[in-house]
């Protein structure tokens, strides 16, 4: 069974549910209820275990739908129809003015920034007079079609689960896209992301926006189902408890989120029913429950229950996409032939009282392959990252085609046509190889998150992944383009990040040890492979441990020792410089 | 506002600082041995107040069965991990010692010490008796096993064991809240201020436990240890020190600080099972502030809160947690510029 | 020859699916230098934290002092006599250099480890002028000193050096190999792991050369230091 006809299956039987003759109400308000966790759930599989962003407070912007809608219909006499849009406006707004903060937390930050704005919530939930503190607001009217009372369960389930659906499409077609390699990049993959101009922050707040509108919009349907709105439901606790169905489904998985859900609503009512039959007092077990059970789901399983459950249906091929009309080309060797393409000129980078980069002065020409080696701690990683912007000079100016480059942002710079590879390896390990390549071409497409959430970005999809392709055929790994990126040795996943920076379309490559760990003969093919690209009018700067690599390869090779040039000229005059050996080798003490 | 109500709301915050900073203190050894953020800290104040208030009221705490329940699971876990390794007969002694005798030793001086009146110094004491051992306990069987997880799936775990012990709170020892009598009934006028002996105890207790904090920490080959553990974990292990060894130590002294905690506020103020959460959360604010990182600035920031919350209490008694709990963003956000960008570990 | 101090046999060492080590074999007598030279990724750290306990050995078997030492723990090798320098010293940089020493002994008698610092004091004098400092504001050499002398503290049979020599002036490294030509004297057994290679040679009774994971020579250090496979397998002129 393929994942479509089990999501066709799931949707059919669904839907069936209030229809066949003899469900119980009860079965049919109980389905009513995971749909609306479900909502949520998504949103925070997406947020966290996509984003890498743990919030805990979910529940604080269903708190905002609900509460919205309930002032709307009860205060104001609005439809509930219309308040529908002004609900997911708020929600969107608070999301958007708590994202701001939140998206820029770092690390373990993030959660614990969650959790005081999601008590500070719900504590102001409960203050509010307008809000009607802590009873909350009753007599929220239910929902209506064309005079049709969605009193009903019934149909109110038939409601919720068009939501709930609607809202794993549209999620799930966000994250096949431009934008959602983006997103999917942000938990492994920030930094490469970075270095090929996707805008993580502003990534982590569309993610974090899209989460909270999916909490609000099970907020609104939450009131008018309930038709009662206290503060309860929206605290820490719930928030928690949402956070535990997506951990259950299983991080990362949109229609997990539905499983995850479905188990903790049910492990839920199961125990509000059969504990108090056995020990007399309901609540009590239950937090210890759940406490137990995310432990020990930790313990024992840290992906979830979906990817077990996945298992089970044959995943969709992916096919190598269809060929089209290709993206516009920067042509190479235009410009000043004379001039170098970048030039370093009197380089230098401090840290504290250590020079990790003295005066040092090169040129990389255009074709032409240079090399800049020296043992450990010469500075090579330093100088690397003078040229990319990862690190600002103390002293000294690089200027790429004519122009300085020394004091722009790393994306800047690589919009200029400076593509990088890294030292480790920084591929997103789940993704296809395909889709790694594509990120390199991010800057190169335009479609935005709605063209991609409705499905009008496919055009421009097409150009990205068939450069993607033609670039991993380039390289030589097109056979490979359907794997994870992570299923694949190491020498090739260096050729990947190769086909990577190639995808961006630049006029300079800049490659960190690109040989490091590589067997013999993948050392050649990846020297035949540089060679290849020269012949095209490509130029490179590479950093390299191993002389033996770049020895038959690099046009001129830069030797730095203590962060000093020592060396500079072609091979078979380096490898005889005594300077050089020494630095290699060392003294006799 | 007049000078005595000034005055009034800063020794009401000074009094609820001190007990943060006791707090925070833990939080930080916690996170910086462990580097797991213990949520559950909070727990430790409430079992530790109730636990308290029971002995006062002459009757036994659940505490008792609490004990006896962890231990028993840690004893398992030990057992099982003990004939995975091949290494039962090796290890049955120590498990045996550390897992049963030593807890139920406690627990059963816990039984003697109950209803016959001995008074609040030995009524602390077995209070700190029956609550110590839970922090060690519960990081053998929650964190132990995923001692080398993400600092994000420890405190998703820390969360999950928050849950956990606020359920098994409710269960062992009920939903009513209880409130201790004073340990001492001394009033003492100081200027226009009225001094409690409360808070008397509150700021004795405070300094000498920071005391004894620092003569450990500073003097004691187990405290080297842990502060060693702390600054360098590979470092401690290349020394021979045990990680699993100071994560025990950090728990124990967490939870015996928060017994502590709640042996203090539990005249103060009524303590119900879910009541510790909220002030855990506060030494918490206190931790985040100084970085989960220095001790002095922890204290500082805890004497800070504990007078912000005193003052919004009086100006906006509604808004007081929100206006706490709100303080910590702006610190979050600072802390985060501040550090390096590092690739987030998985 | 008496039986081995360290005996690795056959390891294989992995990263995920790359093997940084490949069946590599060496043996360390009581009171024998031996050092392992190659260029940066040979996986010679990488051999020597699998040795420790810090990484897992996928295949092959390590012995110390005739005893397997595969369920043991770093903490556990501490205590039979095996210590590692690592190669970014991990010291405990906000604390001084006394209590830098007194960790080392952790693990001791406390009367024998008081008795191992005046040792330690006495083989590196510039640790006692500066037993009050912190750690982490010394100079790079003081610092590859106290992390020698921390070393020391455990009472090793066998101390394995990673790169003492890194970042360091020439001066200092001279002293660096002094000193652990002198450890020899008291019965030490010292396992470098080195890319300055002529003085690791100089300093060592058996030498290995390892490139890509694999031992690629081996013999007496004065033979490996005239050989000119060194030369090419540095500087790779294949």
Same mark, same amino acid.
């Given at each position: ?589 | ?346 | 020859?008496?039986? !081995? +101090?360290?005996?690795?046999? %056959?390891?294989?060492?992995?990263? &995920?699916?790359?093997? =940084?080590?490949? *069946? #590599?074999?060496? /043996? ?25 306990? !810090? +990484?897992?050995?996928?295949? %092959?078997?390590?012995?110390?002092? &005739?005893?397997?030492? =595969?369920?043991? *723990? #770093?903490?556990? /090798? ?161």
């Amino acid at each position: 069974m393929s994942p479509r006809h089990a999501l066709l299956l799931f949707v059919a039987v669904l839907a069936l549910a209030p229809i066949v003759p003899g469900v119980p109400i009860f079965w049919i308000t109980l389905l009513g209820n995971v749909g609306l966790a479900a909502l949520v759930a998504m949103g925070l599989v997406l947020l966290t275990g996509v984003g890498g962003m743990t919030s805990f407070g979910q529940a604080a912007f269903c708190g905002f739908g609900a509460y919205t809608t309930a002032v709307l219909t009860t205060v104001w006499g609005w439809s509930p129809w219309a308040s529908l849009p002004v609900a997911l406006a708020v929600v969107g707004l608070a999301a958007a003015v708590l994202g701001l903060i939140t998206v820029r937390l770092s690390g373990h930050f993030l959660p614990l920034g969650t959790i005081a704005w999601g008590l500070s919530l719900y504590y102001l939930f409960g203050k509010l007079e307008l809000l009607g503190r802590h009873d909350g607001i009753s007599g929220v009217p239910p929902l209506s079609l064309a005079g049709w009372s969605l009193v009903d369960p019934r149909a109110a389930h038939v409601v919720i689960w068009i939501a709930v659906i609607l809202a794993g499409v549209l999620t799930t077609h966000l994250l096949d896209s431009r934008i959602g390699r983006g997103v999917r990049a942000l938990r492994k993959g920030r930094i490469a992301a970075e270095a090929f101009g996707v805008d993580t922050s502003r990534t982590k707040l569309v993610v974090f926006v899209w989460a909270a509108l999916l909490a609000g919009l099970s907020g609104w349907l939450y009131a008018h189902v309930q038709r009662t709105v206290t503060p309860a439901p929206f605290g820490l606790n719930a928030g928690i408890e949402y956070l535990f169905m997506a951990v259950v489904g299983g991080s990362g998985q949109i229609w997990g989120a539905i499983l995850g859900a479905g188990l903790v609503t049910l492990l839920k009512e199961a125990l509000q029913r059969v504990v108090p039959a056995l020990f007399g007092n309901a609540l009590q077990l239950e937090g210890v429950v759940f406490g137990v059970v995310l432990v020990v789901l930790l313990q024992v399983a840290r992906d979830g229950l979906w990817p077990h459950l996945a298992r089970l249906l044959k995943a969709a091929p992916r096919v190598r996409p269809a060929t089209a009309e290709p993206l516009p080309r920067r042509a190479l060797g235009g410009g000043d032939r004379a001039r170098p393409l970048l030039t370093l000129d009197r380089a230098r980078k401090q840290f504290g009282g250590l020079t990790a980069v003295n005066d040092v002065t090169f040129s990389v020409g255009r074709g032409e392959i240079v090399a800049l080696i020296g043992p450990n701690g010469a500075g090579k990683s330093t100088t690397f990252n003078l040229v990319t912007g990862v690190a600002g000079l103390t002293a000294g100016r690089v200027s790429f085609d004519g122009v300085e480059i020394s004091g722009s942002a790393p994306q800047t710079i690589a919009a200029r046509g400076l593509a990088r590879t890294f030292q480790h390896v920084k591929l997103e390990p789940e993704m296809t190889v395909l889709e790694n390549v594509a990120m390199g071409a991010h800057l190169r497409g335009r479609a935005g998150l709605l063209a991609a959430m409705f499905r009008l970005d496919r055009r421009d999809e097409a150009r990205l992944l068939a450069e993607a392709a033609a670039q991993l055929d380039r390289v030589g790994l097109g056979e490979h383009l359907a794997r994870p990126a992570g299923a694949l040795a190491l020498g090739q996943q260096r050729v990947v990040e190769i086909a990577r920076a190639l995808a961006m379309d630049p006029a300079l490559l800049l490659l960190d040890e690109p040989a490091a760990g590589l067997r013999h003969f993948e050392k050649q093919a990846l020297a035949e492979l540089l060679t290849k690209l020269r012949a095209e009018g490509m130029s490179v700067l590479l950093v390299e441990h191993d002389m033996g690599f770049v020895m038959g390869l690099a046009d001129r090779i830069v030797v730095l020792d203590f962060g000093t040039k020592i060396a500079e000229g072609p091979p078979d005059q380096v490898k005889t410089d005594p300077a050089v050996l020494e630095a290699y080798l060392g003294g006799v003490a | 506002m007049d000078g005595t109500i000034l005055l009034f709301l800063l020794q009401d915050g000074i009094t609820n600082g001190a007990i943060y900073a006791l707090l925070g203190l833990a939080l930080v050894l916690v996170f910086a041995v462990t580097r797991v953020i213990f949520i559950p800290q909070g727990e430790f104040v409430a079992f530790g107040a109730l636990t308290y208030a029971l002995f006062e009221a002459g009757r036994l705490p659940g505490t008792v069965w609490l004990l006896l329940a962890f231990a028993g699971l840690a004893f398992l876990f030990d057992l099982v991990e003990a004939i995975r390794d091949r290494a039962l007969a090796a290890r049955l002694p120590r498990v045996v010692f550390f897992d049963l005798a030593v807890p139920g030793l406690l627990a059963g001086a816990a039984v003697f010490v109950a209803g016959r009146g001995f008074g609040p110094a030995a009524h602390f004491a077995a209070t700190l008796a029956l609550v110590g051992p839970l922090g060690p306990l519960v990081y053998r069987v929650a964190f132990r096993p995923i001692a080398g997880a993400s600092v994000l799936t420890l405190l998703i775990t820390a969360v999950g064991v928050h849950l956990a012990l606020v359920g098994l709170g409710l269960v062992f020892f009920g939903a009513e809240g209880l409130r201790a009598p004073a340990m001492s009934d001394l009033t003492l006028a100081v200027g226009p201020l009225l001094v409690t002996g409360q808070s008397l105890w509150v700021y004795a207790v405070t300094i000498v436990a920071v005391a004894a904090l620092w003569l450990f920490f500073e003097r004691s080959l187990w405290g080297k240890a842990l502060r060693a553990t702390a600054v360098n974990r590979l470092g401690a292990r290349l020394v021979g020190i045990r990680t699993g060894f100071a994560g025990s130590l950090a728990f124990g002294l967490a939870a015996i600080v928060g017994a502590l905690s709640g042996v203090l506020v539990a005249p103060m103020t009524t303590i119900y099972y879910d009541t510790g959460f909220l002030i855990g959360l506060k030494g918490f604010v206190a931790a985040i502030i100084a970085g989960l990182a220095s001790w002095p600035l922890t204290a500082a920031a805890a004497f800070a809160v504990g007078v912000v919350e005193a003052f919004a209490s009086f100006f906006a008694s509604d808004l007081k947690e929100i206006v706490v709990f709100m303080l910590i963003l702006p610190v979050l956000m600072w802390r985060s510029l501040k550090q390096v960008h590092v690739e987030e570990e998985d | 020859m008496s039986e !081995a +101090l360290l005996d690795i046999d %056959g390891v294989a060492v992995a990263y &995920g699916k790359v093997r =940084a080590v490949r *069946g #590599v074999s060496l /043996r360390v007598h009581a009171g024998e230098i031996v050092t392992v030279i190659g260029a940066n990724g040979a996986g010679k750290s990488t051999l020597l934290n699998a040795t420790m306990g !810090a +990484l897992p050995i996928a295949e %092959g078997c390590v012995r110390f002092a &005739g005893r397997d030492l =595969a369920r043991l *723990g #770093v903490e556990e /090798r501490v205590g039979l006599g095996l210590c590692l320098v690592p190669e970014r010293r991990e010291l405990f940089s906000t604390m001084t250099v006394e209590d830098n020493l007194v960790l080392g002994g952790f693990r001791a008698p406390r009367a024998v480890a008081r008795d191992t610092i005046a040792e330690v004091y006495d083989r590196f004098p510039r640790l006692k002028e500066r037993r009050d400092q912190l750690a982490g504001t010394m100079s790079g050499g003081e610092r590859q000193m106290l992390a020698m002398g921390r070393a020391l503290m455990s009472r090793p049979k066998l101390l394995m050096l990673d790169e003492p020599s890194l970042g360091l002036a020439p001066r200092i490294v001279a002293d660096i190999f002094r000193i652990v030509a002198d450890l020899r004297a008291t019965g030490v057994a010292v396992l470098l792991v080195e890319q300055n290679a002529r003085a690791a040679l100089a300093a060592a009774d058996h030498g290995h050369v390892m490139e890509l994971g694999e031992t690629v020579a081996s013999g007496p250090a004065a033979a490996l230091a005239a050989d000119d496979r060194i030369v090419e397998s540095y500087l790779g002129f294949h």
